[in-house]
C-alpha cells in the first residue's frame, strides 16, 4: 500500500473541541476529521473517499486570542435593545469569544486512502494546490515543507528499536498500546492509560430520527478512541507499521 506523507508546519491555528464555545478549545493536534476534510476540500471531493491517518506532531506554545462571536436564535425577530446586527427581519447578537492557539506547530501526516488510484490525485493536490491550503479554521494556513509518496510497510523488529522523534507526539489508537505492538519509553507497567485519552471524530453518516415526511437528520460520528503520547518505541519481534524512511505511522 501507497500513503502520501505531509510535513508541514503553521503559525498560530486552533483544532476546534466541537463542545467548545465560549472559550474555543484546541487539540494539541489535529483530529482525523481535519485531517480529511483537508483532503477532501485540497481534491474538491463532492463524496466522501474513504481513508486511513496518521497523525503526530509538536507545538511551542499556547496563547489566547479573541474573537468577534456571532448568536442568533431561529425566528426571533430583530429588537434594537438585544441586537447589534439586523438580518432582513431577523436579529444577530455580536459578542466577543476567547480562543484557544497553538503556536508554531509542526506536523507529520500520513493519508492512505482506501482506493489506492487516488494517490496520484491527492498527491498533486498538495504539490500544486488551486488554492491556499488551509487547517483547522479557515484562516489557519499551512505551510507544505515536504509531500512525498510513500510505501507503507508492516515489518517485525528484530535489530535496534525503532522509535518516533522524542519532540513529537502521535495520536496513536488504544489497541496499539493494549495489544503492546508500540510501548511509551519509560512508561511505568501498572499505569494503564498512557498520556491522554480522546475520543476523536473521524467521519460520520447521516442518521433521520425523524420519519420519511418530516426527517430530522443528524451526524452521526465514528469516534476513533486514541492515546495522545510521546517518545514512543515499537516492540521487538511484534508487527509495527512504518512507512520506507522508517517513520512510525499510526493509522486509524
Given at each position: 500500500m501507497k500513503?502520501?506523507?505531509?510535513?508541514?508546519?503553521?503559525?498560530?491555528?486552533?483544532y476546534k473541541f466541537p463542545t467548545s464555545f465560549q472559550l474555543k478549545e484546541t487539540y494539541p493536534l489535529p483530529p482525523y476529521s481535519t485531517i480529511i476534510g483537508m483532503v477532501h476540500n485540497a481534491?474538491?471531493?463532492l463524496e466522501y473517499k474513504p481513508m486511513m491517518v496518521s497523525i503526530q506532531g509538536k507545538y511551542?506554545?499556547?496563547?489566547?486570542?479573541l474573537a468577534t462571536r456571532y448568536e442568533f436564535k431561529s425566528g426571533m425577530n430583530f429588537d434594537a435593545t438585544r441586537h447589534q446586527i439586523k438580518v432582513g427581519?431577523?436579529?444577530?447578537?455580536?459578542?466577543?469569544?476567547?480562543?484557544?492557539?497553538?503556536?508554531?506547530?509542526?506536523?507529520?501526516?500520513?493519508?492512505?486512502?482506501?482506493?489506492?488510484?487516488?494517490?496520484?490525485?491527492?498527491?498533486?493536490?498538495?504539490?500544486?494546490?488551486?488554492?491556499?491550503?488551509?487547517?483547522?479554521?479557515?484562516?489557519?494556513?499551512?505551510?507544505i515543507e515536504e509531500v512525498k509518496i510513500v510505501e507503507i510497510l508492516k515489518e517485525k523488529i528484530r535489530g535496534e528499536n525503532?522509535?518516533?522523534?522524542?519532540?513529537y507526539r502521535a495520536y496513536?489508537?488504544?489497541?496499539?498500546?493494549?495489544?503492546k505492538n508500540v510501548f511509551v519509553n519509560?512508561?511505568?507497567?501498572?499505569?494503564q492509560y498512557k498520556g491522554?485519552?480522546?475520543?476523536?471524530?473521524?467521519?460520520?453518516?447521516?442518521?433521520?430520527?425523524?420519519?420519511?415526511?418530516?426527517?430530522?437528520?443528524?451526524r452521526k460520528w465514528n469516534k476513533i478512541k486514541v492515546h495522545y503520547v510521546s517518545n514512543l518505541s515499537a516492540s521487538r519481534r511484534k508487527e509495527v507499521t512504518l512507512d520506507e524512511d522508517k517513520y512510525m505511522v499510526f493509522f486509524a
Open positions: 500513503a502520501i506523507r505531509l510535513k508541514i508546519k503553521q503559525n498560530l491555528v486552533n481534491c474538491n471531493y511551542h506554545s499556547k496563547v489566547n486570542d427581519e431577523y436579529g444577530v447578537s455580536m459578542g466577543i469569544s476567547t480562543v484557544e492557539l497553538l503556536s508554531d506547530v509542526e506536523l507529520v501526516i500520513h493519508i492512505m486512502p482506501e482506493n489506492q488510484d487516488l494517490i496520484m490525485e491527492i498527491y498533486n493536490a498538495f504539490k500544486t494546490p488551486r488554492e491556499y491550503i488551509s487547517l483547522g479554521r479557515r484562516e489557519d494556513l499551512v505551510i525503532i522509535q518516533t522523534d522524542e519532540n496513536v489508537p488504544v489497541e496499539m498500546i493494549t495489544n519509560g512508561e511505568i507497567e501498572e499505569i491522554t485519552m480522546y475520543k476523536i471524530n473521524k467521519n460520520y453518516e447521516l442518521i433521520n430520527y425523524g420519519t420519511k415526511k418530516a426527517p430530522k437528520i443528524f
